[in-house]
């Protein structure tokens, strides 16, 4: 479905540099990175709202130098920048913005706002964050749109919210012919039900791949100094020496061998990114 090829763009002092990937149709993409990573850099490129200073971009086979139309008609999204009218009511928004979408139905968002207790009648202005942001996903999704670029979304929903909100987007890829591209810090979840993920650093990408290849290629190591010591130093990312043990995020492969007194486990995403960040 998406398609980038060496892909960079300068903001000021700031650098994209040099991305690429491929992320197929039916997968929920993880895109994680502290703030200031390029995360936000990246879905404006995919938007069409910066133009990439180097490299390509390819949408369900179309880019924007040919189909700019045609790939916003089929992206759906909720940003961080709040695009709605706050003097209008949010059918009134809906009813505005969705002129622009072939896939739109009143029908649709309404029953997306039922489901989110939210009435049709109030004014965006005056929704709360997390109201606005339940808004425009239930506005992305009448529009029947075939990706969805969540950017920190989750982060402004409560608890109970937020497990309807994945359930949501995994029934949205569930016929396998749609994909979801969701910029979080809350990683937790991501664990739970990322296929792919992408991970930025300063603007570079230190990750990209599907879940299974990330679990296949790391691992972290717990036990005495000594012993982790004793493994290979060019497969040692960072060791963390702390009172009560020893920790090292490693880079595994299936010639690796362990001392059997440590404890070898797969990095959460959230560990991965933390040992990561201290190698420097």
Request: glycine share 6%.
């Given at each position: 479905m998406i398609?980038?090829?060496?892909?960079?763009?300068r903001l000021g002092k700031f650098r994209l540099d040099d991305i690429s990937f491929e992320l197929p149709r039916g997968y929920i993409c993880g895109l994680v990175g502290k703030n200031g990573a390029g995360k936000t850099t990246l879905l404006h490129l995919l938007l069409g709202l910066y133009q990439a200073d180097e490299g390509h971009i390819n949408?369900?086979?179309?880019?924007?130098?040919?189909?700019?139309?045609?790939?916003?008609?089929?992206?759906?999204?909720?940003?961080?920048?709040?695009?709605?009218?706050?003097?209008?009511?949010?059918?009134?928004n809906a009813d505005h913005f969705g002129r622009y979408f072939?896939?739109?139905?009143?029908?649709?968002?309404?029953?997306?706002?039922?489901r989110f207790g939210l009435d049709e009648r109030r004014k965006f202005g005056k929704l709360s964050r997390g109201e606005k942001l339940?808004?425009?996903?239930?506005?992305?999704?009448?529009?029947?749109?075939k990706l969805l670029l969540l950017d920190e979304p989750t982060g402004n929903f409560d608890p109970d919210f937020r497990e309807q909100f994945?359930?949501?987007?995994?029934?949205?890829?569930?016929?396998?012919?749609?994909?979801?591209?969701?910029?979080?810090?809350?990683?937790?979840?991501?664990?739970r039900?990322?296929?792919?993920?992408?991970?930025?650093?300063?603007?570079?990408?230190?990750?990209?791949?599907?879940i299974e290849s990330f679990r296949s290629a790391y691992r972290?190591?717990?036990?005495?100094?000594?012993?982790i010591d004793l493994l290979r130093q060019d497969r040692l990312i960072f060791t963390e020496e702390?009172?009560?043990?020893?920790?090292?995020?490693?880079?595994?492969?299936?010639?690796?061998?362990?001392?059997?007194s440590l404890q070898v486990t797969y990095p959460t995403i959230e560990e991965f990114m933390y040992f990561y960040s201290k190698r420097k």
């Open positions: 398609k980038i090829d060496h892909v960079s763009k949408i369900s086979g179309m880019t924007y130098e040919q189909a700019e139309s045609g790939i916003h008609d089929m992206i759906g999204t909720v940003l961080v920048e709040e695009l709605f009218e706050p003097s209008y009511s949010i059918k009134s072939s896939g739109y139905r009143w029908e649709r968002a309404a029953s997306y706002l039922e339940k808004c425009q996903f239930a506005f992305a999704l009448s529009c029947d749109p994945f359930q949501i987007i995994k029934e949205f890829i569930a016929d396998g012919t749609r994909s979801v591209i969701l910029a979080t810090h809350l990683t937790d979840d991501l664990d039900i990322a296929d792919y993920l992408i991970f930025l650093e300063d603007g570079k990408q230190v990750f990209a791949g599907d972290i190591v717990s036990g005495e100094k000594y012993k702390k009172r009560y043990g020893t920790k090292a995020l490693v880079r595994h492969s299936r010639l690796n061998r362990y001392d059997e």
